[in-house]
């Protein structure tokens, strides 16, 4: 299924994408899409067998704002430099573990609204990322069997960074990867049974309609079973909990001078095979 969210900010409502692109709405059935309905398989069934009958009410679309897919989620956890080809262009080694850090669930707009260049930014990046999104409390995870089996579905996100603020202005890279808008999620939350590999997924990003990015997970260090195993050892992840999955090359930092940073006025544009695809334009916060 492709669940999704609408409506204007605060006020969206749950939605389907059927299988011939018509939009549907979900609220007579759930409230959200969040983690209480990711972690209740008889409500997501449910909804399985309305989008089958053909049911659901059908949403105009026209005019209606994508929100992020998932609402009220509890944390964001970020694996840094997980593409070998990252790796390669910003001339680092490849992390013998997952590197990790966090963004907070504030950072997070829909995958059409506007991008802040924060206040004194030179270095704002791109990412397109993989976002695995779970769907049962996970802890201690000993297989990966066991780490896909709480993967509820995946998305499409951009973790925005702020390179001066992340790597010049000294402590962790918090710094520049939790500006506001810095994580627009979605369009869709893809339900895992639509993905077989999320290593096989093609991922692009263009800026003002230049291609920047074309890699593809077959090229993470530490594919989505281990990340989401490794992860569950050193923090409880929750139902509707996000993790952003690295980004392959491409992005400004990795480029040389001079370095062509994102400013007010640009145009970003991502996708991955399958989950949709994202439209920003960037402004002066």
Not at 13 to 31: F, I, K, Q
Not at 80 to 93: K, S, V, W
Not at 120 to 146: C, P
Not at 186 to 206: H, I, K, N, S, Y
């Amino acid at each position: 299924m492709k669940l999704l969210r609408v409506g204007t900010v605060g006020a969206e409502r749950p939605a389907l994408l059927d299988e011939t692109g018509v939009l549907r709405d979900l609220s007579g059935l759930v409230p959200d899409i969040d983690g209480a309905l990711l972690a209740d398989d008889g409500k997501l069934a449910r909804i399985r067998a309305a989008a089958a009958s053909g049911e659901l009410p059908e949403l105009d679309a026209a005019g209606l704002r994508t929100g992020p897919p998932v609402g009220r989620i509890g944390k964001i956890v970020c694996i840094g430099l997980n593409y070998h080809d990252h790796a390669r262009e910003t001339g680092a080694a490849p992390p013998e573990e997952p590197i990790i850090f966090m963004k907070a669930p504030d950072t997070v707009v829909g995958p059409d609204d506007t991008v802040l260049v924060p206040r004194g930014s030179v270095k704002t990046d791109w990412e397109v990322e993989l976002a695995v999104v779970i769907g049962r409390t996970a802890r201690y995870l000993e297989s990966d069997e066991q780490a896909l089996a709480a993967v509820a579905g995946y998305a499409v996100a951009h973790d925005v960074s702020e390179r001066a603020f992340q790597i010049e202005r000294s402590g962790q890279w918090d710094k520049g990867k939790n500006c506001e808008t810095f994580n627009p999620l979605g369009p869709w939350l893809v339900t895992a049974d639509e993905v077989p590999d999320p290593q096989a997924l093609g991922v692009r990003l263009w800026v003002n309609g230049e291609l920047k990015q074309d890699g593809t997970t077959a090229e993470q260090i530490f594919p989505v079973a281990e990340v989401v195993r490794y992860v569950s050892h050193f923090m409880t992840l929750y139902p509707g909990d996000v993790i952003n999955t690295g980004t392959p090359a491409g992005v400004a930092m990795g480029r040389p001078e001079p370095k062509p940073y994102l400013r007010a006025g640009d145009v970003v544009e991502l996708e991955i095979d399958g989950l949709g695809r994202q439209r920003q334009e960037l402004k002066d916060a």
